[in-house]
């Protein structure tokens, strides 16, 4: 991608993360109206926000997972825990950490 050097293997996969640039939202969910720039976001929302057990204290979102919901209290926290060793930029998912040391 590049506005934010996030690396694609699959040229579909870099235009749908486009449009979290764009402000592209076309899914919105039927449960609370959120809305969403890929479908598969979408579902995996309402699997784990509308369909779980374990809840948000800070804001009541319901998750599958207690690994979900750490994630997600990340975002109240903005606690990052992945850091780039290279220039110290921090992340919330390994994933975006390893994508953006191929970047150096």
Do not use: A, M
Not at 5 to 30: A, M
Not at 45 to 70: A, I, M, P, W
């Amino acid at each position: 991608c590049t506005t934010c050097g996030k690396c694609f293997s699959v040229n579909s996969s870099l235009r749908k993360h486009q449009r979290i640039h764009t402000g592209e939202r076309r899914y919105p969910c039927s449960h609370c109206g959120k809305r969403f720039h890929q479908s598969y976001n979408l579902k995996r929302h309402q699997r784990n926000v509308h369909v779980g057990k374990y809840k948000c204290k800070d804001c009541g979102e319901v998750y599958t997972t207690v690994s979900n919901l750490r994630r997600h209290q990340w975002t109240h926290t903005g606690e990052k825990p992945f850091q780039c060793q290279d220039c110290g930029k921090s992340f919330t998912r390994r994933l975006s950490l390893l994508c953006h040391q191929r970047t150096h």
